[in-house]
T-cell receptor
Framework: EAGVTQSPTHLIKTRGQQATLRCSPI?????VYWYQQALGLGLQFLLW???????NRGNFPPRFSGRQFPNYSSELNVNALELEDSALYLC????????????FGSGTRLTVV | QKEVEQNSGPLSVPEGAIASLNCTYSDRGSQSFFWYRQYSGKSPELIMS????GDKEDGRFTAQLNKASQYVSLLIRDSQPSDSATYLCAGASGGSYIPTFGRGTSLIVHP
């Protein structure tokens, strides 16, 4: 069974540009979650998508947005990049429900210069 | 503000010993708890989940939950150098579905 796949693995952008990160969940998982993990910090929840809808978002500015496609894959867009957006962005998928843990992808390392 | 607290460590144990990792949480509505292992430079991997008070064993791992004390722990028996990683504790309530993660405890198992 294929795991959660993320692309690209690494991304280097200039301040003010836009970044697009992609994620494909495990087959059968309808929920996709996005997290930011900055160096030395914990996992910060960004967005949750389920069945094509945004279900919840964390305490991040609106320039962090995304969407989920009919095949449950998802993309995260970060507009007007700032230096502090440099971090590991993790996508996770699960079945919907509080009792299900996450399967994480390998992440996208975003560097803003 | 829902919080999950973990000692950042590092917790250093000799090979073959029992490693004990602890976590406390503030949200009394939390009903599901998870332990993830994260190797340096890698993504977290789910290793245990627990929903009821008491112990849950899986191989060398035992998760313990005490809802009255709002306390979760992970015991690793016969620790191996390959267990050296950061262990993240997370708790989720039925209200939001989004687990709150602790910042993790770094475990070092030395030969």
């Amino acid at each position: 069974e294929a795991g959660v796949t993320q692309s690209p693995t690494h991304l280097i952008k200039t301040r003010g540009q836009q970044a697009t990160l992609r994620c494909s969940p495990i087959s059968g998982h309808t929920s996709v979650y996005w997290y930011q993990q900055a160096l030395g910090l914990g996992l910060q929840f960004l967005l949750w998508y389920d069945e094509g809808e945004e279900r919840n978002r964390g305490n991040f500015p609106p320039r962090f947005s995304g969407r989920q496609f009919p095949n449950y894959s998802s993309e995260l867009n970060v507009n007007a990049l700032e230096l502090e957006d440099s971090a590991l962005y993790l996508c996770a998928s699960s079945l919907r429900g509080v009792d299900y843990g996450y399967t994480f992808g390998s992440g996208t390392r975003l560097t803003v210069v | 503000q829902k919080e999950v607290e973990q000692n950042s460590g590092p917790l250093s144990v000799p090979e073959g010993a029992i490693a004990s990792l602890n976590c406390t949480y503030s949200d009394r509505g939390s009903q599901s708890f998870f332990w993830y292992r994260q190797y340096s430079g890698k993504s977290p991997e789910l290793i245990m989940s627990i929903y009821s008070n008491g112990d849950k064993e899986d191989g060398r791992f035992t998760a313990q939950l005490n809802k009255a004390s709002q306390y979760v722990s992970l015991l690793i028996r016969d620790s191996q150098p390959s267990d050296s990683a950061t262990y993240l504790c997370a708790g989720a309530s039925g209200g939001s579905y989004i687990p709150t993660f602790g910042r993790g405890t770094s475990l070092i198992v030395h030969p």
